[in-house]
């Protein structure tokens, strides 16, 4: 079972990426999922997650109104207006259900890619 996250990259601040996040091995169809971020010395944190339908969506306040996560049958993560604080390895992660009480809790999530390195330079 595996999660393979790709699209990052080093962009200008104001600029936009794409991430993506494909399965293999499983079908995660029917699971939450979402992405997460660490950026250098600091603590992985909740980036968004998308429930298994599609119609559950949740955001960090730090990234609302800028990326966008959506699904079909792989996981993607449209980020736009990125700032240099948007630096980080990004991380696709999954688990069976999506619970709005711990949506943002890692040790929820079961399943993990390998990260992406967004890089945005000022």
């Known amino acids: 079972v595996q999660l393979q996250a790709s699209g990052g990259g080093l962009v200008q601040a104001g600029g936009s990426l794409r991430l993506s996040c494909a399965a293999s091995g499983r079908t995660f169809s029917s699971y939450g999922m979402g992405w997460f971020r660490q950026a250098p010395g600091k603590e992985r944190e909740f980036v968004a997650a998308i429930n298994w339908s599609g119609r559950t969506i949740y955001y960090a306040d730090s990234v609302k109104g800028r990326f966008t996560i959506s699904r079909d049958d792989s996981l993607y993560l449209q980020m736009n207006s990125l700032a240099p604080e948007d630096t980080a390895v990004y991380y696709c992660?999954?688990?069976?259900?999506?619970?709005?009480?711990?949506?943002?809790?890692?040790?929820?999530?079961?399943?993990w890619g390998q990260g992406t390195l967004v890089t945005v330079s000022s």
């Open positions: 992660a999954a688990r069976p259900a999506l619970n709005y009480l711990d949506y943002q809790n890692l040790h929820r999530y079961d399943y």
